[in-house]
């Protein structure tokens, strides 16, 4: 995959959610009474749903994307190593006795550092419930900078994630009637999706995903051709 179809895929992921989240934000507030109450509900609940999915698909796309440079793991930021090994059984090392198997175990996982496959298929979990904590996990997951979403935790946790369960489970808020509410909150999650998508985009541009090691071996070629 190159970086044009990296951004296609991008765009395919995003586009279709930024429109219907205008139309639910649209639908909003030009209903009145009743009409407006309902539209808020579903609109908070269809919101946080496109905020779970397009970072679950962003998440992974990017594990996808660096998977198919084919680079070798141990050129690679340490967070694409812990994700390669979860397909291993490490309960292997403290549940047997046996050296022999114990052994084998370790022997993959070494062998993994040569290794230019990195499983992306179901790697991102966000546990349906995509908290802050679950986020901030994904974000250490694909090694991201946390500090430019930190400010959105509470966002996520207090207005996004807990109206849309106690919707979920029938109860009515006093936000849930309020368009200026709904409205702040829409421009939140476009925002979070948006950076998040730019995030993906920049990082594979920038190559951020390579060890720190691996830059620095880089720049001195460059430096001797030079």
């Known amino acids: 995959m190159n970086l044009e179809q990296l951004q296609d895929k991008i765009d395919r992921i995003i586009a279709w959610r930024k ?13 009145k009474g009743f009409s407006q109450s309902v539209a808020i509900r579903t609109g908070y609940v269809l919101t946080y749903a496109h905020f779970e999915g397009a970072i679950k698909e962003l998440a992974t796309l990017y594990i996808q994307y660096v998977s198919s440079q084919k680079i070798e793991l141990n050129k690679l930021t340490m967070n694409f190593m812990l994700i390669s090994i979860k397909e ?5 090392l403290s549940e047997t006795t046996k050296i022999k198997s114990r052994a084998k175990v370790i022997e993959d996982i070494l062998n993994l550092r040569k290794s230019k496959e990195i499983p992306y298929k179901k790697i991102i979990n966000t546990e349906s419930n995509l908290k ?3 986020f901030q996990n ?5 090694n991201f900078e946390e500090s430019k979403y930190e400010l959105n935790y509470k966002f996520i946790d207090t207005v996004l994630l807990n109206t849309r369960n106690n919707i979920a489970h029938g109860s009515v808020l006093e936000r849930t009637c ?25 990082y594979a541009v920038e190559k951020k995903y390579m060890s720190i090691v691996e830059k620095k071996s880089n720049c001195g070629e460059v430096s001797r051709v030079s």
Do not use: G, P
């Open 178 to 202: 309020d368009i200026e509410q709904f409205k702040e909150c829409c421009s939140k999650v476009h925002k979070l999706i948006t950076d998040f998508s730019e995030d993906v985009y920049n």
């Open 138 to 142: 994904i974000l250490n997951t694909i």
């Open 132 to 134: 802050a904590e679950v």
């Open 88 to 92: 291993h059984d490490l309960k292997l």
């Open 19 to 31: 429109k219907e989240l205008s139309y639910l934000l649209e639908n909003a507030e030009t209903s």
